[in-house]
């Protein structure tokens, strides 16, 4: 039984020294420790000694077992700190790799452009108001005096819901709200989305307007020339030349086109003018009569002026862009650049 029990305990740590797993070390301790384990099954052999042995072998048995009972202890340490090192090693960090930049969000050109032409007619004294891009047909033709069948209605290809409203094809709409509501004098700008039936390179069927709205009692045409002269000079610089251009709009009387000559190439005539050196930028003209009578305003009182501007074209040509579908895009090759 002492060879045995010698036998047991060499075998033992023998067989630790190859273990590599918490698995492997818990079936080695079964082995020797469990209900049948091998020391377990000297030690119920026990009984069965003489007086003389019972002491002798007893006092071996435990020291076999404290012997092993320490080398396990031993062994789960070694396994744990182990697992630690492997651990750290595959998480390990390393701190010389340049680290990731923050991207930074950044304005669209669209609206790059918009806060410009709001900080310059901000400047005039013109108070942003905005309206609902969903428009019934009263706000966005009968109210501009372009009722049923008036043929200006064919210039805008429009967008009709299935409720007979419409989306609206420019933000005229908006300043007749405003005249319902607020008495002369008025001078606002109305930023926003409006939509046509139109795709092509240089028209996307949701696109961005501003127009103006000035009414007072005495509200001139040249008044409006001047405000549109100091617009465009402050948009495209000091040496940029203007030119109004007879035009027809059903809500103004006179109205005008205003062409500027062309930002790309000064006025020598390239492929974003079309070799003529001017590009039209905006509509305008004297508010019409009919429309201060639609809004209950007394056309004898006052007068006024308005203006319209899509803000794809003037970032265009701010931009120097040749496709307006590019801005709708989304390429970040393309949006980065601005
Ligand atoms: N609303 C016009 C358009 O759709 C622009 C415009 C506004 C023209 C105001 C004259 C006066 O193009």
Not at 157 to 174: A, E, I
Not at 176 to 193: D, L, Y
Not at 199 to 219: C, K, N, Q, W
């Amino acid at each position: 039984m002492k060879a045995e029990l010698q036998a047991i305990q060499a075998e033992a740590l023998e067989a630790l020294k190859a273990v590599k797993t918490p698995d492997a070390l818990e079936s080695l301790r079964i082995t020797y420790f469990g209900r049948r384990g091998k020391l377990t099954d000297v030690m119920k052999g026990m009984g069965k000694l003489s007086k003389e042995e019972r002491p002798v072998i007893g006092k071996l048995a435990n020291e076999v077992r404290a012997t092993l009972t320490e080398a396990f202890e031993a062994a789960t340490q070694t396994l744990h700190r182990q697992q630690q090192e492997q651990q750290l090693e595959e998480e390990a960090v390393d701190i010389t790799l340049p680290g990731r930049k923050p991207t930074y969000g950044k304005a669209h050109p669209i609206m790059q452009t918009l806060e410009r032409i709001e900080a310059i007619f901000g400047q005039m004294g013109f108070q942003v108001v905005t309206g609902p891009d969903v428009e019934t047909e009263y706000y966005n033709f009968d109210a501009l005096n372009t009722p049923v069948d008036h043929p200006a209605r064919d210039l805008h290809d429009t967008f009709y819901l299935t409720d007979g409203r419409l989306l609206r094809t420019h933000t005229s709409p908006v300043q007749v709200r405003a005249m319902e509501t607020q008495k002369p004098p008025i001078r606002i700008i109305v930023p926003g989305k409006c939509y046509r039936v139109d795709y092509d390179i240089s028209h996307t069927p949701m696109f961005h307007h501003v127009e103006g709205l000035l009414v007072d009692t005495r509200a001139t045409f040249s008044e409006l020339k001047g405000v549109l002269t100091s617009f465009a000079r402050q948009m495209f610089g000091d040496k940029t030349q203007m030119r109004f251009r007879p035009h027809f709009f059903p809500f103004t009387e006179p109205s005008a086109e205003m062409d500027i000559s062309c930002a790309v190439c000064q006025g020598k005539g390239c492929r974003s003018c079309g070799g003529t050196g001017w590009v039209e930028i905006l509509g305008a003209g004297a508010v019409d009569p009919a429309v201060f009578e639609a809004v209950d305003y007394d056309p004898d009182q006052v007068t006024g002026f308005a203006f319209g501007m899509g803000v794809e074209r003037i970032a265009n040509l701010q931009f120097r862009i040749p496709d307006i579908r590019t801005l709708y895009e989304n390429d970040l090759r393309f949006l980065r650049q601005f």
